[in-house]
Structure formats: C-alpha cells, structure tokens
C-alpha cells in the first residue's frame, strides 16, 4: 500500500470514528469526488471498519448515482425550459464527471453529519451512580476502581490518536496496555499520560497526587507562578504531588512514608516488599540495614506507630516474615 492510500485510509477510519475536523473532512470529500476507485475504496472502508459496525449510524449499502444524477438532469431540464438562452448540453456528454460530483454530494452530506454531529458520545458516570465496589471497565478495557466520590467523562469509543478521560476524585486506574495509543488523564489542571499502568490517582482537593504501582507514568501540569510547563516522570513506588499552584513535586517510597508517619502518625506498609521496607526505615530512623538477598521480595504488612523504636520494629517484622534480625557494631543484619 503506496503512502497515499495509507493516509486516505486513516482519514477514513477517523471519520468514521467522529474525530474528523472540517478541513480532513473537506480533503476527504475531494479525494472520493475524485474517481470511481476513490469512492469504491470509500466504502469497501466503511463495511470493514470495526468501529462503524459499533455504531448506531447507518450508511445506504450503494450510493445511487444514477439517482441523483436523474434529479440533477430534471433540474437541468427545467432551466433549459424556463430559460432558454442558458445552454448545457456539456453535462449531459459528460455522464461520468457528472455521475461523480452526483455522489461527491451524498458522500458530502454524510461527512458533513459526522463532523457537525459525531455519533462518538460522552459517557459520564459518578461513583454514587456506579454504586458497587466492583471495577468500571473503559472501552479498552482500562478498569478504574473508585475510592470514595469520584466522576469519569470518557468517549463512548476512543479516538485514533489517544485515549482520553477527564476524572475527579479518588481512584485506582489499571490501565490496558497499548504504546500506540497513550492513555491520558485530565484534573484539576493536571495531564496524567500512561502506557499501560497500576496507579492509585487522587485528585480531590487542591492537593493531588498519584501513586504508582507498576509501569510508568507522565505527569504535566501549567505552573501558575512561573507560567511554564512543568513535567515529572514517576517510576514505580514513587509519589507525584502537585497542588493548586501548578507546582509539581516527585516524592521516593521512603519520602511518602516518612511523611505518612509525621502527619497520621502511624507508619503502614501493605503487602510490601522488605527491600522497599528495609529501605524506608533506613531513612526515617536514620541508620544502616543489611538485607540477604533472598529475602528481597518477601512480602509483608505490618503497622507501626511514630512512638515504636526501631529495636521494636525489627522485632515484630522477625516475627511476621520468619527471618533473624542481628546487630554488629551499628549495622542491623536481617536474614
């Protein structure tokens, strides 16, 4: 398939998807006026897209240009009977040309009702209306499970270029994987871009954040101070915070926790690893653990409180994940 053809391809498939603007519908429109292979690969298109079988909008199975061709004849013979001195017998010589502009005009009012009347609708669902605890599943089969009183706008069937939703509130996104096509969230100011994606989102307040669980997430937002862009990317176990302000901050697992414990004063870690544990209470208690590596990506959870010396610590995490907890010199030894 030459480079035309792909380009005339996906003009039709974003047609036929509603997210045509005026001026791609108007260069399609000509390329079908064009020639009877233009318009034959107009429809062949149309009866194999998957997205129009979706639809509720029906095309007529044949454009019937010797119809409308009659139609443009009875007007042509009305003029030449009303006004005599206006000749056009050119159009009559002319069958295919006219037979053409005849279908470029069913094929015009067509397009002109996808572009002024896209048929790709806007679902909006709030969680009260949801009112079960099981996931919301998105047309590409993204799962959002809400926390709380949320709200997700989202197309009815997604664009060609990106999957996009507008969302408020406290969520946990799973996103399907697809590289072509970015999943993008859009809150209070602030443009979340994924692949494919775990990350517990909340964007209820005037300070927001997402938590990543798995793959990797974009974060953008305007700074209202400084009025430029500003960007973070966040890997798995990270925190973006942003607030009303547009300011964007990254925060480590450790950072997360630290903060955790200062304002609730209780320290959580579910189902977590004991390297991302033993790396956090390194922080927060300042001082120095030595981890086997076999015990890496033993899980566990456990729940401390800010009053809990680290002796403590150790020793309940000993006991919840069967291992020895030893000390030489300064050096705490878990294996």
């Not at 009815?156 to 994987?177: I, M, P, Q, T, W």
């Not at 990254?250 to 033993?278: H, N």
């Not at 390194?282 to 990506?297: C, G, R, T, V």
Request: charged residues 30%.
């Amino acid at each position: 398939m030459n480079s035309t053809n792909e380009k005339y391809d996906a003009l039709i498939k974003s047609c036929f998807d509603g997210q045509s603007t005026a001026e791609e519908a108007l260069e399609l429109l000509s390329w079908v006026a064009e020639s009877e292979e233009n318009r034959i690969a107009f429809k062949s298109q149309k009866d194999q897209d998957e997205v129009w079988k979706l639809t509720d909008f029906a095309m007529p199975d044949e454009v019937d240009v010797e119809a409308a061709l009659s139609k443009v004849n009875a007007k042509i013979d009305a003029l030449e009977t009303e006004t005599p001195v206006v000749q056009m017998p050119w159009l009559r010589r002319n069958y295919k040309m006219v037979s053409g502009i005849a279908a470029a005009v069913v094929v015009a009012l067509f397009l002109g009702f996808l572009v002024n009347k896209p048929f790709n609708q806007t679902v909006t669902l709030a969680s009260n209306d949801w009112n079960t605890e099981a996931p919301y599943f998105l047309p590409d089969g993204s799962a959002v499970t809400f926390e709380g009183e949320s709200r997700i706008s989202h197309p009815k069937h997604f664009g060609l270029s990106e999957r996009a939703v507008e969302f408020e509130g406290v969520a946990l996104f799973d996103v399907a994987k697809d590289a072509s096509h970015p999943f993008v969230i859009h809150c209070n100011g602030m443009e979340v871009e994924v692949l494919g994606t775990s990350f517990l989102l909340n964007a209820d307040g005037e300070k927001s954040f997402v938590d990543l669980y798995s793959g990797k997430v974009r974060m953008t937002t305007l700074d209202r101070k400084g009025g430029e862009l500003a960007q973070v990317e966040l890997n798995p176990g990270e925190r973006g915070v942003w607030n009303a302000d547009g300011e964007l901050k990254l925060m480590t697992y450790p950072e997360v926790k630290k903060e955790q414990l200062e304002k609730e004063r209780v320290l959580v870690f579910d189902d977590a690893c004991l390297s991302t544990i033993v790396e956090t209470l390194e922080y927060i208690y300042e001082i120095q653990i030595k981890l086997d590596e076999s015990l890496a990506s033993k899980k566990i959870t456990a729940r401390f409180t800010d009053e809990d010396p680290i002796e403590e610590v150790l020793e309940t995490i000993a006991v919840v994940s069967n291992v020895t907890v030893t000390k030489k010199d300064d050096v705490y030894i878990i294996r």
